[in-house]
């Protein structure tokens, strides 16, 4: 009786594994189907409340903007056709396109786009996206498809920030009929929502009545796999058309194979060694200038990032508005020795550096490298590696209670602004706790001058202002400027047509795959 | 049966002294862990401390850590597991769907490790110092000491890589749950194998399978009327606890097959630090487990003549 139950028991398992054999196996996406797999899945699908990376991906495909970035990271029309501001730089006018409709059938209108901004900055919302519209006091409709925009202060970045993926447009009529939109997105965008099962796929569907272009592909579906390798196993298999973040070491051996492609994309991320400018010898400039001449950064974006980073000559990367190139810091391990010592410090220092693990592309391995050259002078590194959440918060604390001198920091500016890239990590009126200033620079000029370039709308000048700051901060030396990444896309090469952008979005509208 | 039902009532009972324990452990061990979870949320792009005040204020994280604890269970005991900080979807709602389909995977890996476990620890026992019980050894070796990652990539370069058989991750049909379900199930195959051989070797040892031997049972008679019955109930603890574990340490199979299970729901609200999907994960693995070992103590009874005897 019972050998009689294990046999069938037996059976019933092989039949099984049998079954699953001979059943669909890896095989290819389906040919009206994107499929795009991320490390990770999406927070919300309200663009208002998060302005994360991995949502705004995908957010971006349902809801529009009034301007986006283009592939260079310049500014386009794309719910706004054109705009123009007043001359005392405070009133902008944007003249939004007709014709156009949401999912739910909601004409998007000047007052569309009153409603949504009201949405933003009611402050009994706590939306962060608030914070990107800073400067913005008054928002009314002067005609059916003319918005007027008022700021308290002329406010230079406000066009860049407005293509920011979060200062996105949903159906005023879904908000006013209280639906979740956090979990049934209503927007204007080319593709619009069918399902969502957090942590494995959000499935979209285009929209029949976009007023632009019609997407090639029928449906996208964005996935969710935190494993690398496992991404490029998908790849590799035809279940993932493209990947993004694909892991360095796989590289090589994928471009080997002519049934792939590996899409190597300028970033705006530059990282940082945050260097705090409050603490014992590197108050002292030269010893801060000394450190950035005595890491080699030409080798860590060579041997430790296999090429897929660039060494930064700038504290913002090439792509953003208002880059300018200035000093390089190359690698001059006896110009370091000499400035300690002129600084009193000819034996050296002992530093304690934080840093993620796991974060940012090879972070660890960088920093590992790092405390190998600092010691080459004589300044011997303590690492204090930690994951992302401990990281944050025990290096956003008030000078006198830091404990970093050194701290890995990146950063990539979805406005594609400088303004947002030194007004947040550079200005004094962004020491921790009050923002992410970890190095506690104070140049009284350079805050000046960051709040004027700010309070210019004309953006020739301003990028000629950044031209003045950027060098003035990279002679000061808050950080050791370490590296511009690139982003790392696997993509089949049967798929075709995909935009990118020095942001990790990427535009799927144009894909296509070929037989 | 009176006395089951009594002994049934008493564990349930603890059970929830248990959980209250275990819940008041998470809560506070979850708060002395360096980390905010207003931080993790608003990211690099927003430092605020004006917006992070009302967030916190919003979510009560502002009140002392026995206030908030106090709530939390007084909004338990109704059945409200709070909303996530992150995504502000409600945790009941997530968590469900998460732990059905790591129970799934749980299930199926269960079955793969008893068939086989049981099948191999039998064999070795049966066919003691062949070639047979040493390719055993070499294989629950294998099993227990090669990485539960390193198994799944393996399989996933060979059969879907390679050979094109099956899909590499993600959720779906049944082809998809046979890779993850065969990864989870080594080192449990291992282990139930190895402690079926021993439990076996030791009822061999009996007088009683002597006895039924001199009697001149056939052999396969023994093995099924004797031998079986009476070496099963280790191999039954062990069951237990593997499928406990299956449940809870499913983690590294769910990453890398990317199986949407509460593994990896745990460990991503552990990274964003999002307090009430942690609370909520794991009071839900504590009282499975529980109840697992009350319901392995139950068959214990049930299988055990003696011991239902002295239960009666």
């Known amino acids: 009786m019972r050998t009689r139950r294990w046999t069938v028991s037996l059976g019933l398992m092989t039949a099984l594994v049998l079954g699953g054999l001979v059943g669909p196996g890896a095989g290819q996406t389906p040919a009206d189907t994107l499929v795009f797999v991320q490390g990770a899945d999406v927070v919300s699908f309200d663009p208002h409340r998060t302005v994360e990376l991995v949502s705004g991906n995908v957010n971006d495909k349902i809801y529009e903007r009034l301007v986006v970035l283009d592939e260079k990271g ?113 927007g204007t965008g080319p593709y619009r929502f069918v399902s969502w099962i957090p942590k494995e796929a959000v499935v979209l569907e285009a929209h029949p009545r976009y007023w632009g272009e019609q997407p090639t592909l029928r449906r996208a579906i964005f996935r969710a796999v935190p494993d690398g390798t496992t991404r490029t196993v998908m790849l590799e298999t035809g279940e993932a058309d493209i990947v993004a973040n694909l892991p360095v070491q796989d590289v090589d051996r994928l471009r080997r194979r002519a049934d792939l492609q590996v899409v190597v994309h300028p970033f705006n991320r530059v990282v940082w060694l945050m260097i705090n400018t409050q603490r014992g010898p590197l108050r002292d400039v030269r010893i801060r200038q000394a450190l950035n001449y005595a890491v080699n950064k030409q080798a860590i974006a060579r041997a430790i990032l296999r090429g897929f980073a660039e060494v930064p000559c700038s504290v913002v990367a090439r792509a953003t508005f208002g880059y300018a190139k200035s000093e390089c810091y190359s690698y001059n391990p006896s110009k370091a020795k000499a400035l300690l010592a002129e600084a009193g410090y000819p034996n050296g220092f002992e530093v304690r550096l934080f840093s993620t693990s796991g974060r940012y592309l090879m972070d660890r391995e960088t920093v590992e490298a790092v405390q190998g050259q600092l010691a080459g002078v004589g300044v011997q590194v303590r690492l204090n590696l930690m994951e992302w959440a401990a990281f944050l918060s025990s290096t956003r604390r008030p000078p006198d209670q830091a404990e970093h001198d050194l701290a890995l920091w990146a950063f990539g500016p979805a406005t594609n602004d400088s303004d947002f890239v030194l007004a947040t990590n550079f200005h004094s009126s962004a020491w921790p706790p009050a923002g992410n200033n970890r190095a506690y620079y104070r140049n009284e000029q350079v805050d000046q001058l960051i709040m004027e370039a700010r309070a210019t709308v004309d953006d020739s000048k301003r990028k000629a202002m950044y031209g003045r700051l950027i060098p003035m901060i990279m002679h000061d030396a808050p950080a050791i400027f370490l590296h511009e990444l690139k982003q790392i896309y696997g993509v089949r090469a049967s798929t075709g047509g995909l935009t990118f952008y020095p942001i990790e979005i990427v535009g799927i509208t144009g894909a296509r795959k070929m037989r | 049966m009176i006395r089951v039902v009594e ?39 927003v430092a605020d401390p004006t917006l992070e005040q009302r967030l916190r204020q919003s979510l009560g994280l502002d009140r002392p850590v026995l206030v908030q604890y106090a709530r939390y269970v007084g909004r338990i005991v109704t059945g409200d597991l709070g909303r996530s900080i992150l995504t502000q979807r409600r945790v009941g709602e997530d968590l469900l769907p998460k732990a059905l389909n790591t129970a799934q995977l749980a299930t199926v890996s269960l079955m793969m490790a008893v068939t086989a476990g049981l099948s191999l620890g039998t064999l070795a026992a049966a066919r003691r110092f062949t070639l047979w019980d040493h390719v055993g050894l070499l294989a629950s070796l294998a099993g227990i000491s090669l990485p539960v990652f390193w198994i799944g990539l393996l399989l996933q370069w060979t059969v879907s890589v390679q050979l094109g058989l099956l899909p590499s991750a993600g959720k779906g049909g049944l082809e998809r749950l046979i890779l993850p379900a065969l990864t989870l199930s080594a080192p449990s195959v291992a282990l139930i194998s190895r402690v079926a051989r021993a439990s076996m070797l030791e009822v061999f040892r009996q007088d009683y399978i002597r006895v039924a031997r001199a009697k001149g049972l056939a052999e ?19 069951v237990g606890l593997q499928f406990g574990y299956m449940l809870a340490g499913a983690v590294l199979t769910e990453t890398v097959f990317a199986w949407p299970g509460l593994g990896r729901l745990i460990v991503d609200a552990i990274k964003d630090r999002d307090y009430p999907v942690v609370q909520g994960a794991v009071l839900l693995v504590g009282a499975v487990f529980v109840l697992l070992n009350l319901t392995v103590d139950l068959i214990y009874v049930a299988v055990d003549p003696r011991l239902r005897r002295s239960a009666r």
């Not at chain 1, 005392?88 to 007052?111: K, M, Q, S």
């Not at chain 1, 002067?142 to 293509?163: C, D, I, K, M, Q």
């Not at chain 2, 093995?223 to 062990?238: A, E, F, K, Q, Y």
């Open chain 1, 74 to 186: 310049g500014v386009q029309p794309r719910l706004a056709t054109q705009w123009a501001v007043s001359p005392d730089g405070r009133t902008w006018t944007f003249e939004l396109r007709r014709n156009v409709v949401f999912h739910d059938g909601t004409p998007f209108n000047a007052e569309a786009v009153r409603v949504n901004f009201e949405r933003m900055l009611d402050p009994g919302l706590r939306l962060p996206t608030a914070v990107l519209l800073g400067g913005v006091s008054r928002v009314r409709a002067a005609s059916s498809h003319t918005v007027v925009l008022e700021t308290r202060e002329p406010f230079g970045p406000l066009l860049y920030n407005l293509t920011h993926y979060s200062i996105a447009f949903i159906s005023p009529r879904a908000l006013r009929e209280g639906v979740d939109v956090a979990r049934q997105p209503v």
């Open chain 2, 7 to 45: 002994f049934v009532a008493r564990r349930l009972a603890a059970t929830i002294l248990v959980l209250l324990g275990l819940s008041l452990l998470v809560f506070l061990m979850l708060r002395l862990v360096p980390g905010d979870p207003i931080q993790v949320y608003l990211g690099v792009e």
């Open chain 2, 220 to 238: 396969r008679r023994v093995m099924v009327r004797h031998i079986l019955p009476n070496g099963i109930l280790p191999i039954l603890t062990v």
